[in-house]
């Protein structure tokens, strides 16, 4: 049996909202509820009396008297038909004097807002949207920072029934008119400019640019975030809207409308690095009900939990992030390099602010331990509780690095879903053991399954992530796609009736899961399937690896696996670390495993979320075209896999 990392002690796993609402069922039906895994059953069998004890955890409307209709159609399925809500409203249940979020950045600036604050400018901008024309099914985008003003438009907007959508403010023009340019925004609402590592970035080229573009645009609300002090400059920028005379009314009432369940209430989007991103929409109701779920009981998140995660506004952590406000913690915003000006600043921030939930990328992590970071014996970490991580698979060496040198008594989970969801499939438990390189569960009310190629379901052997039921967070489908084809395409066309979401995964003995790369990487050499993430966690054990990408190349009727690694500054790959790396990869997984190829390279491509993104290395080394280099944020990386003579046939 595989020994834990980590356990809860019987004291704090009593404590748990987890535990106290199985208590709470076993009450009411008289079944044993003696372990998260039956929880996890009851709630696949009996989905509507679980989503109502999931409404019933503090959603503010009239949920009506049915829960669910058509529960055999995937897709089709509809949740709380009769029901009326307002995100709004639920975000913005308070409105005393106590701090509701702390917005933060890399310069230091600290910006506390109390909940009556919040509330105050939430009812300003929704009354100056409102004379500007904005209602329900309206679309409202922001070129934001991760600041309180992103967080204040999605909440006056949404009061309205207004869809919000949201792009990092890093993201060039085209990238930008890609995304908002599908959706039409009627408002678009920016940052004068953001700072990077130090570095002020305006954007008034960028906002005339994009507004230029925008068809629909009506109108353009500009916020100071060079200089908060001081106006923006909007000489460039004709017809558009100072912040602050946005907020200069006197409205000191919020009037939020109430919609359905499945009313739209973001558009998020596809990476786009195989073509034009997809503009996922996602519901209201969904999309709150999943998420309040995963805080209060996958999270145990309450009045007395701080809540941060590192983000931008352009990724749906954003959204996951803001809605802890439902469950009642306090948010911490953060925007600029997470390195600056210290590589402990997220540490200092965390201690400083007293965080409770922790959340980062795995990346993130791995580069905390190779610059030999201790974020716990150098802050005061004791109020942290819990750390998250996502973006990608967290290495089995990251989850000893954060016992060793962040802190021993704590909940770590690696947590996996998507923008797809706006949510996870499987996440962390409070009352469950954490186990080394594996996420601890699959999510309450998420029938998730691994299937082989004949789509049977397996344990202990990899396969493709599914889930094989309806719930809540489903996206209502893709905008401009009426009749749902490219929609079902996308997740239904493997296994007709199933969800099926594209990682490579596994289900374990401890009922965890551990996710060993994307499906469509899946390496295939000699007919032997491998994810990429159980290549580069062996490489990124060693030393002089700051990190590593693999991919599959087609050589001689076959394929094999070509790694691709950034070392250290001032390093050089010569034969006697390829052996090192190559003994790592031999010794800790398979010889199949071992790379015929190993490279080294300055730079790896990857998204502006973070993520290494395999498929466009693997087509330019194939001399196929990258379909959209707009969504890389830094796309010149790819330069460094053309015509690499190591990699031409002969």
């Not at 948010?331 to 600056?340: E, I, N, Q, T, W």
């Not at 066309?493 to 374990?508: K, M, N, Q």
Request: with cysteine; proline share 6%; hydrophobic share 40%.
């Amino acid at each position: 049996m595989t020994t834990p990392l980590w356990q809860p002690s019987p004291q704090r796993r009593q404590a748990t909202r987890l535990a106290r609402l199985m208590a709470e069922i076993a009450r009411e039906t008289g079944i044993a509820m003696g372990e998260y895994a039956d929880l996890h059953a009851w709630s696949l069998a009996n989905p509507e009396a679980f989503w109502r004890k999931v409404w019933d955890l503090g959603v503010i409307g009239e949920p009506g008297e049915r829960v669910l209709e058509r529960p055999e159609a995937m897709p089709g399925a509809r949740w709380f038909p009769e029901a009326r809500l307002n995100v709004t409203a639920n975000l913005l249940r308070r409105q005393d004097d106590a701090i509701a979020l702390v917005a933060c950045d890399e310069r230091g600036r600290r910006e506390p807002l109390s909940h009556a604050e919040l509330y105050r400018r939430v009812a300003r901008l929704a009354r100056t949207l409102s004379e500007l024309g904005v209602t329900a099914g309206d679309r409202v985008a922001g070129l934001v920072p991760n600041s309180e003003h992103a967080l204040i438009a999605m909440l006056a907007s949404a009061s309205l029934g207004a869809l919000w959508s949201s792009c990092s403010p890093d993201f060039g023009v085209q990238g930008v008119l890609d995304r908002f340019g599908q959706i039409a925004p009627r408002v678009l609402i920016a940052a004068d400019g953001y700072y990077w590592n130090g570095k002020a970035i305006p954007l008034h080229d960028k906002l005339a640019a994009v507004a230029e573009q925008l068809p629909d645009l009506e109108r353009l609300i500009v916020f100071s975030f060079l200089d908060p002090g001081s106006p923006p400059t909007l000489d460039r920028l004709p017809g558009s809207l100072n912040w602050q005379k946005a907020l200069e009314n006197d409205a000191t009432r919020l009037e939020c409308v109430p919609l359905p369940f499945d009313h739209p209430l973001y558009v998020l989007y596809s990476s786009g690095t195989t073509g034009r991103p997809k503009c996922i929409v996602h519901g209201a109701g969904g999309t709150l009900l999943q998420h309040l779920k995963e805080h209060r009981l996958h999270c145990d998140l309450g009045e007395d939990d701080v809540l941060f995660y590192y983000t931008t506004c352009g990724w749906m952590m954003w959204n996951w992030l803001v809605s802890g406000l439902a469950a009642g913690a306090r948010l911490v915003l953060y925007d600029g390099s997470p390195f600056a000006p210290t590589q402990a600043s997220l540490w200092e921030l965390a201690a400083r602010e007293g965080v409770t939930c922790f959340g980062t990328s795995a990346r993130y992590l791995t580069a905390c331990a190779k610059a030999g970071l201790r974020p716990g014996h150098d802050h005061d970490l004791s109020a942290l509780k819990s750390l998250l991580s996502t973006g990608s698979a967290l290495p089995h060496e990251a989850f000893d690095y954060v016992y060793r040198e962040i802190k021993a008594d704590l909940l770590l989970a690696s947590i996996s879903g998507g923008t797809d969801i706006v949510s996870c499939f499987a996440l962390g438990c409070p009352i469950r053991p954490v186990y080394r390189g594996q996420l601890q569960c699959r999510g309450l009310g998420m029938a998730v399954a691994v299937y082989n190629d004949a789509g049977q379901p397996v344990t202990g052997e990899k396969g493709e992530l599914v889930c094989t039921r309806p719930f809540p967070a489903m996206p209502l489908g893709f905008w401009n796609d009426p009749e749902g084809q490219r929609y079902r395409a996308a997740y239904f066309a493997r296994f007709p009736g199933v969800w099926a979401h594209g990682d490579y995964a596994e289900l374990t003995a401890e009922d965890g899961v551990i996710i060993h790369g994307r499906a469509d990487t899946v390496l295939n050499p000699g007919g032997v399937r491998i994810g990429t993430a159980e290549i580069t966690r062996q490489v990124e054990k060693v030393e002089e690896v700051l990190e590593s990408l693999c991919v599959g190349q087609q050589w001689q009727d076959d394929v094999r696996v070509v790694l691709f690694v950034r070392l250290r500054d001032g390093l050089t790959l010569d034969d006697a670390l390829r052996q090192r790396i190559r003994e790592t990869i031999r010794t800790h997984a398979t010889p199949r495993h071992v790379p015929a190829k190993i490279l080294q390279v300055a730079d790896l491509p990857r998204t502006r979320s973070g993520k290494l993104v395999e498929l466009a290395v693997r087509d330019i080394i194939h001399n196929q075209p990258v379909a959209n280099r707009e969504a890389l944020a830094n796309p010149e990386a790819l330069a460094l896999f053309e015509n690499l003579p190591e990699l031409q046939q002969s």
